[in-house]
């Protein structure tokens, strides 16, 4: 049996990608703001170079996720 419900259409899925990525970076950069003031300060010297650099550039995994996402084509249907 094949699928034949449409798959979401390229337009829509930017959209919502879009929408997911501004909330993404506001919630990580919030989280990470909130885990330097308070956790990473009191850490040896090396250490806190490790958590801002986690915490600086561990957003670009789920970007890259919802950017390939985003990316992907329609869906074309089946023809017979």
Excluded: E
């Amino acid at each position: 049996m094949t699928d034949q419900r449409p798959g979401m259409s390229a337009r829509l899925r930017k959209f919502i990608g879009t929408v997911l990525m501004v909330v993404l970076v506001v919630c990580w950069s919030l989280g990470a703001m909130a885990l330097a003031q308070g956790r990473v300060t009191t850490l040896p010297g090396f250490w806190q170079f490790v958590a801002y650099a986690l915490l600086g550039i561990g957003w670009i995994v789920p970007a890259a996720w919802l950017i390939r996402w985003m990316q992907k084509h329609d869906r074309k249907p089946d023809s017979l």
